[in-house]
């Protein structure tokens, strides 16, 4: 419906409406996504609108507007220049508002795209479905009886013990999954509670039998509304995870919810308790209640880091509606459309609003915190108008409060009544870009578990005596670039569990740092580390490596001070203090900047554990360790080293070709002039090419003397700037037969996306003879090759490709000759290509041509030659083509062009006769063609 039909609108309404839970939001996701829907439109977009629904906010969230001038009329200029002219879709999901005129305000609005626009719909409600639709409404019905069935038994029975056919047990699962009226998301919940019980039953048909008679027998069933069924799950909580789910309410519809900040806002709290296990930290203890809940489906959507740990996760609409209602009156967030209760609350969050002190709204808030008593949490996000000076007079009333999220409040000197929250146990500071200073007052918080300054970037000094926060678990300060040191005795605060970065100086060196017990997990960056000073003379740390023992950190970066003159001890200090470091076994990240040693750390080719490597600018490194066979290695970067090879041999005996980087994807080598091959003697045997197994990623920037790289046939995308066309040579002979170039045989690239060349002058030709499997590449950007000639010539399958960027290659004579078929192509570029007579000469089919872009082309005398229908082009921009005599011959049907610019062209005589009705046309300096 969205690519195939059109329904004589500049933008149409497609409202997609069902009960909550039917997987409304995941359809419309599967859409959003499609290769189609990619394809088709120029431009998408997604909101979640939710409960407010204000033009003005949601203007802001399609442009992603971040300015400080947010005017209605400002936003208007923004949304017109971002979808003018374009075919856009947009998503507004989950929409409550049953109010026409406002809906008539956002048609309005949105009228300015270009033709077959498409906005997608979300929602519960007929009427919303009713006031937007432009054609008759999705109406999304829930699974059917049989797909309920086998949802139900994957989540509630034992793979192998699932109720036979026709039995009583089946019977009465059915029973159950019926009561779901075949929501997805109630059978997940429901069918996750019954797991527990029937797992763990003797009887699980008179487990299934007293949960239907008991359970579900308590429950007002109503047609259009599940979240009574969802409650049951909820009701079977144990009641630590009931307060860590109703807590949730706190974040607004959609919102993605930091795990790590979630945990530790269940810590401030006392959600968390301790358990038998003393080698089991709250934090720990914390993400198993994520887990649990996770596991349940109260929440959805995780995102994964390369660790392998869940970073991010969202809660399912019915699933917040579910937390609101359970959290009753105790919790609250405020909007643009606040609904204040003379209550005391415990838990505030202010989000999407607007402050404004001429509005009855803003005067309310402040009336309502100034009758809060017993607050217990205060988040601030997403609002604007407040400053901190405005809300500090309230503090002193929050006697009670234990956290406190104050991000982006332009805060430059903390209140000292902050220091009386005596039961404060989080405070986050981040983003206060003026903020200099902690005051020495701070460390009177002394249950504080939290502290974030994040991103304050202005930030130079913590408090002197902030060992004194003994209970302090989680320091982050990452991007305070300005912080100069860490506090003096730093070592001694033995609760840590999280620093992200430690300041190196002659007054808090390693010593500090060593001596802090092994809780310190997650990512550690050490930064200002200096050459000149000798570390590992150090009497608390020469016979002892500073990281040893943190077994829990999984991200370590060491980034010297840039240097600008030599210094003999340099190579000396920097290898001792690298030798010396001797991180755990188990480190999953490495980063390593400025680092002025010959050679690395003996320990880092044993490092198994590794993920993703980065080596950046450092200068005098002779060689560089052996990584190849590290088996978790993912991501590799090598930039600004003295190298001149890779690996240390190429031949070895023991050489086993399954572990050549086994796991490796994505591949980075930089600003290495010195680096000439792979190995350290190049090898002259092409039966002995080694391939990367996985790679897919590769950038070479400034290595002009490499010449040398193993093979890499399941290649995406390949970025070679600067550097010698020989390093992919051997690759690209592979694919027009390398039987022929190696006697062996190695499979075509058939996974090739793209490909993007600058400034390489041995590059000759690009991808030419007998390549007959490129059916994924996409698009091709060459710049500054002054020797190429030919891209693309007599290639055929590219069904795939869509755009082609070629700059600056003077000697470039054919450009895609002679292919019979280019379905997928859209969009191609010229300049100053002098010696390009013609164009896509020989293409009989360009369906999907959007745009042609041609600049500065003196040889140019034909363009598109025998083409007899471009559908969708839309834009053609033609200039300084001295000798180009015709356009686009013989073309009849040119019914989607928009724009035509045409300029300095002398000898240009004719054009299609559909050139003079476009409106957007503009012709100049193109006198043969002015006098017909």
């Known amino acids: 419906m969205l690519v195939e039909m059109e329904f004589g609108e500049d933008v149409s309404f497609i409202p997609m409406v069902g009960i909550g839970g039917l997987g409304k939001t995941t359809l419309a996701q599967y859409v959003f996504n499609d290769l189609k829907v ?3 439109f120029e431009l998408k977009m997604w909101v979640c609108v939710s409960d407010v629904f204000d033009v003005k906010l949601l203007v802001e969230k399609i442009v992603n507007s971040n300015t400080s001038n947010n005017s209605l009329e400002n936003l208007q200029n923004e949304l017109r220049s971002k979808i003018s002219g374009k075919k856009y879709l947009l998503v507004l999901d989950d929409v409550w508002n049953e109010n026409g005129e406002e809906w008539d305000k956002l048609e309005t609005l949105l009228k300015c795209g270009g033709k077959g626009s498409k906005v997608l719909v979300t929602t519960r409600s007929e009427m919303v479905a009713r006031i937007t639709q432009t054609v008759q409404p999705l109406k999304v019905r829930g699974l059917s009886k049989d797909m309920s069935w086998s949802l139900f038994k994957r989540m509630a029975f034992k793979k192998g013990q699932e109720p036979v056919e026709g039995s009583k047990e089946m019977e009465l699962g059915m029973e159950v999954v019926e009561k779901c009226k075949g929501v997805p998301l109630a059978i997940k919940t429901i069918g996750r509670l019954l797991q527990e019980k029937l797992w763990l039953s003797r009887d699980p048909q008179k487990e299934l039998s007293r949960f239907l008679n008991n359970e579900f027998a308590k429950i007002d069933q109503n047609e259009n509304d599940i979240l009574p069924t969802l409650k049951l799950s909820y009701n079977h909580l144990p009641s630590h995870l009931k307060h860590c789910f109703a807590y949730c309410r706190l974040f607004p519809k959609d919102h993605e919810i930091d795990v790590r900040e979630l945990v530790r806002l269940w810590m401030a709290q006392g959600f968390i308790k301790c358990s038998n296990n003393k080698n089991q930290c709250l934090e720990d203890i914390g993400y198993e209640y994520f887990i649990n809940l996770l596991w349940r489906s109260f929440f959805q959507e995780p995102k994964i880091d390369g660790f392998g740990d869940i970073m991010t996760c969202k809660m399912h609409d019915l699933m917040h509606d579910l937390a609101i209602k359970v959290a009753g009156s105790n919790s609250v967030i405020i909007d643009q459309n606040p609904k204040f209760s003379n209550e005391n609350c415990l838990h505030v969050s202010l989000v999407n609003f607007d402050f404004d002190l001429e509005t009855n709204n803003s005067l309310e808030i402040f009336e309502f915190f100034s009758q809060q008593k017993r607050l217990r949490t205060l988040l601030l996000h997403h609002r ?25 409040m332009s805060i430059e000197v903390l209140p000292k009544n902050l220091c009386e929250l005596e039961h404060l146990r989080y405070l986050n500071l981040s983003c206060n870009y003026f903020l200099k200073l902690l005051p020495s007052s701070l460390i009177r918080l002394q249950n504080l578990q939290t502290l974030s300054v994040v991103n304050c970037e202005n930030l130079i000094k913590l408090p002197q005596k902030m060992k004194k926060l003994v209970n302090l678990r989680h320091l982050m300060i990452e991007g305070c670039c300005r912080l100069r040191e860490m506090p003096p005795e730093f070592g001694y605060m033995s609760s840590l569990h999280t620093l992200d970065k430690f300041v190196a100086s002659e007054s808090s060196g390693f010593h500090e740092l ?20 000798n570390y590992s003379a150090s009497e608390t740390t020469s016979k002892q490596a500073v990281c040893e023992g943190k077994h829990n950190l999984q991200s370590l970066s060491l980034e010297w001070e840039k240097v600008y003159e030599n210094n003999n001890n340099m190579v000396e200090n920097d290898e001792m203090l690298l030798e010396g470091l001797q991180p755990p076994s188990n480190l999953k990240e490495l980063h390593v900047w400025h680092f002025m040693g010959v050679r690395f750390g003996s320990w880092l080719s044993s490092l198994n554990n590794l993920v993703k490597l980065k080596l950046n600018m450092c200068y005098k490194c002779q060689y560089l360790p052996k990584l190849d066979q590290l088996r978790s290695l993912e991501e590799l970067m090598v930039s600004g080293v003295e190298a001149e090879y890779m690996c240390s041999s190429g031949e070895d005996d023991d050489f086993d070709a399954n572990l050549f980087f086994p796991s490796l994807v994505t591949l980075t080598i930089g600003h290495c002039s010195n680096l000439k091959w792979w190995w350290w003697k190049k090898e002259v045997d092409g039966n002995n090419i080694r391939s990367f197994p996985r790679l897919s990623n590769l950038v070479i920037t400034d290595c002009p003397n490499l010449t040398s790289m193993p093979l890499f046939p399941t290649i995406e995308k390949v970025k070679l700037l600067a550097s010698s066309s020989m390093s992919l040579e051997d690759t690209f002979k592979m694919m027009r037969g390398s039987s022929k170039a190696h006697n062996t045989t190695h499979p075509n690239i058939s996974l090739l996306r793209s490909i993007h060349i600058r400034s390489c002058p041995s590059l000759t030709s690009l991808l030419v003879e007998e390549i007959d499997n490129l059916t994924s590449l996409e698009s091709i950007l060459i710049e500054d090759c002054p020797n190429l000639t030919s891209v693309l010539e007599g290639i055929d399958n590219l069904t795939s490709l869509k755009s082609i960027l070629i700059k600056d290659c003077p000697n470039l004579t054919l450009v895609l000759e002679g292919i019979d078929n280019l379905p997928s192509f859209r969009d191609i570029s010229i300049e100053h290509c002098h010696n390009l007579a013609s164009l896509l000469e020989g293409i009989d089919n360009l369906p999907s041509l959007r745009s042609i872009y041609i600049r500065d082309s003196s040889d140019l005398t034909l363009l598109l030659e025998r083409i007899e229908n471009l559908p969708s082009l839309k834009s053609i921009y033609i200039r300084d083509c001295p000798n180009l005599t015709s356009l686009l011959e013989g073309i009849d049907n040119l019914p989607s062009l928009e724009f035509i610019y045409i300029r300095d062209c002398p000898d240009l005589t004719s054009v299609p006769d559909n050139f003079r009705k476009v409106k957007n046309s503009f012709i100049k300096n193109c006198p043969k063609l002015e006098e017909r």
């Open 38 to 40: 990619e394809n088709y």
């Open 384 to 408: 604007k108008g407040l400053s901190f000076s405005e809300l500090q007079d309230y503090l002193p009333k929050f006697k009670c409060l234990r956290a406190l999220s104050v991000p982006f």
């Open 514 to 533: 060593s001596n802090l017990i092994n809780n310190l997990q997650g990512r550690l960056a050490i930064k200002k580390l200096r050459h000149t000073i």
